[in-house]
């Protein structure tokens, strides 16, 4: 079947393909925290009280000092390697109190190893 003889010639769009191809994930930051760590834990924008911004923004910023390449799909990788390890959370505890409570731990340890390295030598 063909096109009827009075259809209008579109001409084709031009794609624009970027050389340096992006990770995959949206850029978006709603109170400098990724929208996509705010989907990843499954908290709406419109939720979002002060003390879980406060400390998904640390979170996010403890994980990304640690990152080489700090995008946003590298710290998502991250979060999910630590929910990973982390296991199921307990009730009464959320996973975002759970990850922060193990980065704040994990923080203080390197920082007394640090402490421990200066007197021996």
């Given at each position: 079947?063909?096109?009827?003889k009075?259809?209008?010639?579109v ?14 994930i949206m850029?978006?930051e ?16 419109e939720?979002l ?10 979170v996010?910023e403890i994980?990304s ?5 700090p ?5 998502m990788?991250?979060?999910n ?7 199921a ?18 923080k ?14």
């Open positions: 079947m063909g096109l009827a009075n259809a209008e010639q001409e084709p769009v031009a794609i624009k393909i970027d050389a340096q191809p992006s990770d995959g850029k978006y709603f109170n400098g925290i990724p929208v996509d760590v705010l989907r990843y834990y499954g908290i709406y924008m939720d009280n002060e003390p879980q911004t406060k400390r998904l923004k640390e996010c994980v000092s640690e990152l080489t390449e995008t946003t799909g590298n710290l990788d991250y979060l390697k630590i929910d990973l390890k982390l296991g959370t307990p009730i009464g505890e959320t996973r975002v109190n759970r990850v922060w409570s193990y980065l704040k731990l994990q203080n340890i390197r920082e007394m190893e640090q402490r421990q390295r200066a007197y021996e030598r």
